[in-house]
């Protein structure tokens, strides 16, 4: 077959011991590859494959100068669940714990799955592209947070990315663009069909460029860019790629604060929204208590009803004790009225007004008539020895009358005393009555307000219970969600790594370049080298010119062979000089013997040589080429035991394949390139 010692391409030779009966085995051994085979590939085509690693190396640069920067932070948070309470049900049926996951659990989503979902969800990450301003994708400078340079603000509606040049000028900036040509100053917002714009406060770059998405490829943008997995246990990372460093600490970190906001008002639980709902009734029902509380003391202290039942027992006492009073002193005021008409009529004397039960218990009247019983005690003791005009009796007799006529007035004066009291005693008596005849419907008020405020107390205190459950319910609702690790801004770029990038990229071009050797040389259509020849022959094969001293061995061997080209008659003769020559014999036979150039003499003078010394020959073996019918009659004839002939091309001549039936050694010479099929066939 072909392929010189140096790699060029050239003929070679393929031999068979006896005929082609090798052959048949030649299916076999197209399915075997040789690692000698693989490595002979690669020499072959060592060139290409340090083309193939040099690319893979310049590539490899233009990677690291050229290509987009990434830069990777990633935020951590505990989301450990509460307990499950499939669990607690099997442990009361008697089933372990360790088979509830398998009995229940496989049926149900993991917790930790449902909250990585949140985590990632188009609302969170909605809610922080508004927050960050990631509408805005910065095109120029590089490694600039588009907060940096616009002031975040939210796009609505579905528009085509329009993309906007700033370049200052004087105290603002010009803004180019897509059906824009405007200004924008620091504290004047630009309003644009898209949305309005306003520049970030700080320090800005003399010119910028940015690129403003709808929300839709914003979110999906941010959504390809956010990865979100269990870092480990309970514990999630929220990871995110971005082409600057303050991203890349700043999304994860809005990420995990939404998610956390979220819990505390939109994503609390049931218990929380009932804690919820029971403290504002429990608000509600305080102001209802107050207020009813309010209007109970109002009516009290309008009404004097502090307790009805109290008051009418009390109401009902007094009344009693004043109508007897009553009754006691319209008696006394009736007798004494009459006794002083009878004294003023004369049928009674005054001092018979002394003797009124109620005067007896006058210390005044007891005095005067005390004084009327000493002067009568002393007027009867002088008229026993005087007359009654005695001066002394009449004295007497005056005094008497004087001290009487004093009883009169106090006998009117406490008739008036009477008529007063029995005025006051009755307006009491009617006070009494109108109060008692009101007492009923002040009861029944009072009853109501008093039913009211009770009855409010105890849904108060029920309410206060309720909602002290449902608080203490609340803390162990959804488990313990919070932050561990924040993101941090990284100082260096992920991607791409210069000595990585760089090694990865000559290893792949020379990776790369020998799979493309080997492809090109056991998938392609022709044969590539002496050893396919002679896996797929299943017979020896040597590359022209090259020293070979098995091969020849086998040719010195056999003392005479019949070398058959494929196709080509100039490659048979130099197969058979070359043979001649290293066998120890480069003399040509017959008048044939010029059909070889100068040229092709020299590498035959050549080979010969190389092979003269790795294998010298015993004998002197002739080459003889001739047309198909005398080379066959001489592969045929006894005279022709000794030397090498040379048939026509099979392809050509197909004649020639008489001779390969015979007992003579045969040398099929195929060129490089030639189509498998051909040769197999």
Do not use: C
Not at 10 to 32: F, H, I, L, N
């Amino acid at each position: 077959m072909s392929g010189s010692a140096n790699g060029t391409s050239a003929p070679s030779v393929a031999s068979v011991a006896s005929g082609m009966r090798p052959a048949r085995d030649a299916a076999a051994g197209a399915d075997v590859l040789d690692l000698a085979e693989l490595v002979g590939a690669v020499r072959r085509g060592w060139r290409r494959v340090l083309l193939a690693g040099a690319l893979g190396l310049v590539a490899a640069v233009a990677v690291v100068l050229w290509a987009p920067r990434r830069y990777d932070g990633a935020a951590t948070v505990l989301l450990r669940s509460a307990a499950d309470p499939s669990g607690s049900l099997l442990g009361r049926l008697g089933v372990p714990a360790e088979l509830a996951p398998g009995a229940l659990g496989a049926a149900m989503k993991s917790p930790m799955e449902t909250e990585l979902q949140i985590l990632a969800s188009q609302s969170v990450l909605g809610a922080v592209s508004d927050s960050l301003g990631l509408q805005v994708r910065v095109l120029e400078p590089d490694g600039r947070a588009p907060w940096t340079l616009l002031a975040p603000r939210a796009y609505p509606g579905s528009f085509r990315k329009l993309r906007l040049r700033f370049e200052r000028a004087g105290d603002g900036y010009r803004v180019t663009g897509r059906g824009v040509d405007a200004r924008i100053a620091a504290a004047q917002p630009l309003s644009l069909a898209v949305g309005t714009i306003a520049l970030a406060p700080g320090a800005l770059p003399p010119r910028f460029e940015v690129q403003l998405l709808d929300r839709e490829d914003a979110l999906a943008r941010l959504a390809e860019r956010v990865h979100v997995d269990k870092a480990g246990g309970e514990v999630a990372r929220v990871g995110y790629a971005a082409p600057d460093s303050l991203s890349a600490a700043a999304v994860p970190d809005a990420i995990v604060a939404t998610y956390l906001e979220r819990r505390r008002t939109t994503d609390r639980g049931v218990n929380q929204h009932r804690a919820e709902f029971l403290a504002a009734q429990v608000d509600s029902v305080a102001r209802q208590l107050a207020a009813a509380e309010q209007a109970l003391r109002g009516f009290q202290e309008a009404s004097g009803v502090i307790d009805p039942t109290v008051v009418g027992r009390l109401d009902l006492e007094g009344m009693s004790r004043v109508r007897e009073q009553l009754l006691a002193t319209q008696v006394e005021s009736a007798a004494l009225d009459q006794l002083l008409r009878q004294v003023a009529s004369g049928t009674r004397t005054a001092r018979q007004l002394a003797a009124y039960p109620s005067f007896l218990r006058s210390g005044a009247v007891n005095e005067l008539l005390a004084q009327l019983a000493k002067l009568e005690t002393e007027r009867a003791a002088l008229l026993e020895r005087r007359t009654e005009a005695d001066p002394e009796v009449v004295a007497l007799a005056r005094r008497a009358t004087e001290l009487e006529q004093q009883l009169e007035p106090l006998g009117t004066a406490y008739a008036q005393s009477l008529a007063r009291q029995r005025g006051e005693l009755e307006a009491q008596a009617a006070r009494f009555d109108a109060t008692l005849g009101a007492l009923p419907a002040s009861a029944q008020t009072f009853a109501r307000r008093e039913r009211e405020v009770r009855r409010l107390a105890q849904t108060a205190l029920a309410l206060q219970t309720q909602l002290l459950d449902a608080r203490l319910a609340a803390i162990g609702e959804g488990g313990e969600v919070r932050r561990i690790d924040a993101a941090l801004v990284p100082k260096r770029r992920a991607f791409p790594r210069t000595t990585v990038t760089l090694a990865a990229g000559l290893g792949g071009g020379l990776l790369l370049g020998v799979l493309g050797v080997l492809g090109g040389a056991f998938f392609s259509p022709r044969l590539s080298g002496s050893g396919e020849a002679a896996r797929l022959l299943g017979v020896p094969a040597v590359p022209l010119g090259a020293p070979s001293p098995l091969f020849f061995a086998l040719v010195r061997r056999h003392g005479a062979f019949t070398v058959v080209p494929l196709d080509d008659p100039a490659l048979g003769e130099r197969v058979a000089r070359w043979l001649g020559a290293g066998v120890g014999d480069a003399s040509m036979g017959d008048d044939d013997s010029e059909g070889a150039g100068a040229g092709d003499e020299h590498d035959l003078l050549a080979a010969a040589e190389r092979g003269g010394r790795l294998a010298p020959p015993p004998a002197r073996l002739a080459v003889a080429a001739r047309p198909v019918e005398g080379a066959l009659a001489r592969a045929g004839h006894a005279g022709a035991a000794s030397g090498v002939a040379v048939l026509a091309p099979l392809q050509t001549h197909p004649a020639a394949t008489r001779a390969l039936a015979g007992a003579r050694p045969v040398v099929l010479a195929v060129r490089a390139g030639t189509p498998r099929a051909a040769v197999v066939e």
